[in-house]
């Protein structure tokens, strides 16, 4: 027969047989959790999963807008950047332009992808409309005032549905867009052309996200983001899995050939978009201008003097003779729409004016900014 001592002794020794291997396992996975987050801080240069804010929020008919009041990231590390570069926006979700001016005689809404919007760019002040609406003031004494409408990644359909919804509660003097590469560079990427309208990424990533919600059935398209917003050891590993295997969005194989003869139908596309943008434009009460941005595809060395593109460069060259070719189609066809053809205004740069492919160093941007002024002003006169 036990004594009581006897009991209460192995009724110690069964909760330690169950706290010791339990502390253990805990102690295991904080010291995974502590060596994770020491490799991250140390070698990754895009920090924790969980310090990442979200820059793309979804929308129902422009794909995606960015988040309102909010700083945005616009530097990458292969731009060889000091520190991480961001800009702002405001409740509308517009980048903002700082120079607020009382009473301005003209209003600007200017539209386009990411260079618009300002990746690149080392503040919200540095960007193009920012630059735009700061020289027609300081340079050519004409008080505006700039609104951003650039998003990253938009093309031309985007543009169009972005302007429209604008226009319908605000009002402006006169409508830029600043574009051309994306829509080149998404007709190269994509043998289907209906994602000449909405890029493949919204139907393969958000539209069977909301169709399951709308069915009712279990959403679990984003274990691993959860998992890696909770774990900097899950986060580690899924950046080891990716590092082996390639990112996902790379794991999609481009097995078909480039189309060069249906580029007329696609740039066609292009046009038409741009053309409805005038269109609304002028219905507003506003002029218009189209005008097609420089990019480094224009540079008589691409891809060899891009430095972060080492791999690959036959591809490159192939993909600048197709955006090429597509924007030379496209110039011709939008000799209507006010063109202001841009896209070899930076090469007698003497600094380098590119961060990478398509985005402006703030020397550039400014640069850009000064061309359009000048352009804006004579159209005022």
Request: charge should be positive; include cysteine.
């Amino acid at each position: 027969m036990l004594t009581r001592d006897s009991k209460i002794t192995m009724r110690i020794i069964k909760i330690k047989s169950v706290i010791y291997p339990l502390l253990i396992t805990i102690g295991f996975f904080l010291f995974l959790e502590g060596v994770s987050y020491l490799l991250i801080a140390k070698y990754a240069e895009t920090g924790t999963f969980s310090e990442r804010t979200i820059n793309s929020v979804f929308h129902p008919f422009r794909g995606w807008v960015t988040p309102k009041n909010s700083l945005v990231k616009t530097s990458k590390p292969f731009f060889g950047y000091s520190k991480k570069t961001f800009v702002e926006t405001d409740g509308d979700g517009w980048v903002v332009t700082p120079l607020s001016l009382e009473k301005p005689s003209i209003k600007i809404a200017i539209l386009g992808g990411s260079s618009v919007f300002g990746v690149g760019s080392t503040s919200s002040a540095a960007t193009i409309p920012s630059q735009l609406e700061y020289l027609l003031y300081h340079k050519f004494g004409v008080r505006s005032e700039v609104t951003n409408l650039g998003v990253r990644g938009y093309n031309s359909f985007q543009e169009l549905v972005t302007l429209n919804e604008f226009l319908l509660t605000k009002k402006v003097d006169l409508v830029i867009t600043l574009t051309g590469f994306n829509d080149a560079k998404i007709s190269f990427d994509n043998d289907n052309i209906i994602f000449s309208l909405l890029p493949r990424h919204v139907f393969e990533v958000s539209v069977p996200l909301v169709r399951k919600a709308q069915k009712q059935q279990p959403v679990i398209l984003n274990v691993e983001g959860f998992l890696r917003q909770h774990s900097y050891f899950f986060d580690i590993s899924f950046r080891l899995l990716y590092r082996i295997i390639g990112q996902p969005n790379q794991l999609i194989s481009r097995n078909f050939k480039e189309d060069f003869e249906s580029i007329e139908k696609r740039a066609d596309i292009t046009y038409r978009n741009y053309r409805m943008m005038k269109v609304l434009a002028e219905a507003a009460g506003a002029k218009f201008i189209f005008a097609l941005q420089p990019s480094a595809y224009h540079l008589s060395d691409y891809p060899r003097d891009i430095a972060y593109l080492k791999n690959n460069l036959d591809g490159h060259k192939l993909r600048k003779k197709y955006i090429k070719k597509f924007l030379d189609i496209l110039a011709l066809r939008c000799a209507d729409l006010n063109l202001y053809d841009l896209r070899g205004v930076l090469n007698d740069l003497q600094e380098k004016p590119f961060v990478d492919s398509i985005h402006y160093t703030d020397k550039a941007a400014a640069y850009l900014g000064d061309k359009l002024a000048t352009h804006v002003t004579k159209l005022f006169k």
